[in-house]
């Protein structure tokens, strides 16, 4: 708050323009005795693109799940475009409407078809006539390269193009925030480039994102910044050239040396 206030600096803008997209600080979680999360504080930008790595375990999931308040947290705030979500006031279903989700799972009703699956929660969250949700999910279905596959039921899509509509379907909330949860993980290797290449776009059109990958090149190529999470911490962070090519930490370097030759093999 103080730093807005010297002299000369900008007005502080009326809404939330100029504030981080999202805000963690000192943010805890834990289950019963087991802190999985101690302390976590960081920003992404509007418009920035932050890909979170880490081992598995580590706590990355949970904090997706705080910021959108799947989980509670057991300290610290979250704000997301500058609303606290954390205020024990909030209204939550306002607070998550904000925030697009995207699973490793994609969770598509069976019964529904892809323009289905992507009108459904415009209608019932957001109260849009039939019309208006099927232009919406028209609109979006197209944005992630499925124009074709409106009609075509989840069980008929292969699982790039299930968590293409999955990613449509979050689109057409009109979100504030993306946030992805290792959205490739569940895939066959051959289906992860065109999910990879819609959510690339999505970047590159200014979309905020906050996404837990394994994916190293898609960080280094597409990420504003990198934070590597250990033991549910934040070890370091940095751009995707300083983190992933030159880390400071020994545990970052552990991970990536793992992630980045799995077999063992080294050079
Ligand atoms: N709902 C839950 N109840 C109890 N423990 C949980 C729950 N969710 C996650 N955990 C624990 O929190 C730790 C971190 O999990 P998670 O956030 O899923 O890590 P990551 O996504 O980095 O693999 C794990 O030890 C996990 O068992
Ligand atoms: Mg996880």
Known sequence: MSA???????????GDAGAAAIEIRGLRKSFGDNEVLSGIDFHVDAGE???????????????LRCVNLLEEP???????????VTDPDIDIDAARRRIGMVFQSFNLFPHLTALGNVTIAQRKVLKRDRAEAERVARANLERVGLADKVAEYPGRLSGGQQQRVAIARALAMDPRVMLFDEPTSALDPELVGDVLGVMRELAEDGMTMLVVTHEMSFAREVADRVVFMDGGVVVEEGPPSRVLDDPEHERTRTFLA??????????
Not at 49 to 62: A, D, Q, W
Not at 74 to 84: F, L, M, P, Q, Y
């Open 4 to 14: 807005r206030k010297g002299p000369g600096g900008p007005a502080e803008p009326a």
């Open 49 to 63: 693109v932050v890909c979170v790595i880490g081992p598995s375990g580590s706590g990355k999931s949970t904090l």
């Open 74 to 84: 057991s300290a610290g705030t979250v704000r997301v475009a500058g609303a606290e």
């Open 258 to 267: 793992r992630v980045l030759d799995p077999a063992g093999q080294g050079p």
